[in-house]
């Protein structure tokens, strides 16, 4: 049982500037690592399968600790949560800035992930202290600045490493968040908390970060070729049991962290499986075309700065087709718009595994691919949010944002795994085999639709 408490204060445009000014350093700090993973892999002298662990870290942290946050936003109040959460962010960031080697890194993108949490915290406090209407836009102004953040770190991150070094690619974001947050302390009003009879489900909390952390590292590990036969099928056992134990949990929790029921709603059923599919194939895209820049001899031998040139087209559009998603979902219905994006995925990742010799072929293809997944997983969100009761919207669209993460994630394990298979270094026939692998896994999309017509909204 909930208990609300409306605060009668109102934000002013200073209180929503500043929550829009640390989205922005957010995203910027988030997106740093894409263009630099060569740069990355060469000075930390890492495989590329490791070197796809450096960005799943924080995406996987983010997605476990969202639902969390928001749940003790509610309890203990959005700005009291979001000025904790901002701390952990800073000196993850901060420890990142000085990493000396591998470990550490991963330890201080476990910290940043908490970044993702930030945005739940804003949505509480703009819906707490603005009109429905107003809230609408200073929601969309976040959000929009969150994704722009993310084109400043993909545009930032190369001329940061040339003139300083890759280390102040974490530092000089970080600054910007640590300076910002006492000014989101000072000019934010006191929202009270929502009062709840409900405990947070820790035990599911825990069994679900024990199992996608289990889940990365395993796949880091055995992609290496490091573990025996035995040791990698220890791993699966662990992840499986892990799993189990966390279903069995949400089953018998009075408040579980995620209703598994909604899994057996054929609607969430379906926009789990397709959107799995389609973030799997863009997380490869995503880290193979910035390894086929840098390469040597077949590739471009493009350093970082220009990588980042290169994806920031991408980067633009991608933003640009999360809010056509929404748009074309209520038009043409979700299962329309998953069919033109994984038509265009699959074509544009076979023919690029032909044609690849021109650095405009990798720029348009990541364009065209981050347009596809943007205007896929947007339709199946928004077509879960009216295929659910009202009151299941915040835990289906959670349930997806995990399931977003974890296929981008995986995605990348699977194309540093493949072009470590091609060997030492890396040839031009491995990025062959990456480009159509991920066209092939898109065009699953397609036998997915067919298959699940009747279940799935027109």
Not at 3 to 19: D, Q, W
Not at 214 to 228: E, I, K, Q, R, Y
């Amino acid at each position: 049982m909930h208990h609300a408490v409306v605060s009668p204060v109102r934000m002013g445009k200073l209180s929503i500037g500043a929550l829009g000014i640390l989205a922005l350093a957010l995203g910027t700090l988030q997106s740093v690592v894409e263009p630099a993973l060569p740069l990355l892999q060469r000075e930390l002298g890492v495989s590329p399968a490791e070197g796809a662990l450096v960005g799943n870290t924080l995406l996987i942290t983010g997605a476990v600790l969202t639902p969390v946050v928001g749940k003790l936003g509610d309890r203990y109040g959005g700005k009291r949560m979001l000025v904790w959460l901002m701390a952990v962010v800073s000196a993850g960031g901060l420890l990142a800035g000085l990493a000396p080697n591998l470990p550490v890194l991963l330890l201080g993108q476990v910290l940043q992930g908490a970044m993702v949490g930030a945005l739940p915290l804003s949505f509480i406090l703009v819906r707490k202290h603005l009109t429905t209407g107003e809230s609408q836009a200073a929601v969309g102004l976040v959000v929009a600045l969150f994704t722009g953040g993310g084109m400043v770190g993909t545009a930032i991150a190369g001329p940061i490493a040339d003139a300083l070094s890759w280390n102040w690619m974490f530092a000089l974001p970080t600054v910007a968040i640590a300076a910002t947050t006492p000014a989101v302390l000072r000019l934010l009003p006191h929202d009270p908390p929502i009062r709840s009879d409900d405990g947070i489900d820790w035990p599911g909390v825990i069994l679900l970060s024990g199992t996608l952390l289990a889940l990365m590292l395993g796949l880091v590990t055995v992609t290496n070729g490091d573990l025996s036969p035995l040791a990698s099928g220890a791993i699966a056992v662990l992840v499986a049991v892990l799993a189990s134990g966390w279903v069995a949990v949400e089953r018998r929790a009075e408040s579980p962290m995620v209703d598994l029921r909604m899994l057996a709603r054929p609607a969430m059923r379906n926009a789990f499986a397709l959107t799995f599919i389609i973030t799997t194939s863009f997380g490869m895209v995503v880290f193979l075309l910035p390894q086929l820049f840098a390469a040597d001899g077949f590739g471009f031998a493009a350093d970082t700065t220009d990588i980042g040139l290169f994806l920031l087209p991408g980067a633009v559009v991608g933003a640009l087709s999360d809010s056509v998603g929404g748009v074309a979902a209520r038009r043409f219905g979700p299962r329309a718009v998953v069919i033109v994006g994984a038509v265009v995925t699959s074509v544009t990742m076979i023919g690029l595994a032909s044609l690849h010799t021109q650095a405009w072929q990798l720029v348009l293809a990541k364009v065209l691919t981050a347009f596809a997944a943007g205007l896929g997983t947007t339709a199946l969100l928004a077509g879960t949010v009216t295929a659910v009761a009202a009151e299941d919207t915040g835990i289906a669209t959670s349930l997806l944002v995990v399931t977003r993460v974890v296929g981008v994630a995986l995605g990348a394990q699977i194309g540093g795994a493949i072009l470590a298979a091609g060997g030492d270094p890396t040839t031009e026939p491995a990025f062959v085999a990456g480009f159509a692998i991920a066209g092939l896994v898109a065009a699953l999309s397609l036998l997915i639709v067919r298959i699940t017509k009747k279940g799935m909204q027109a």
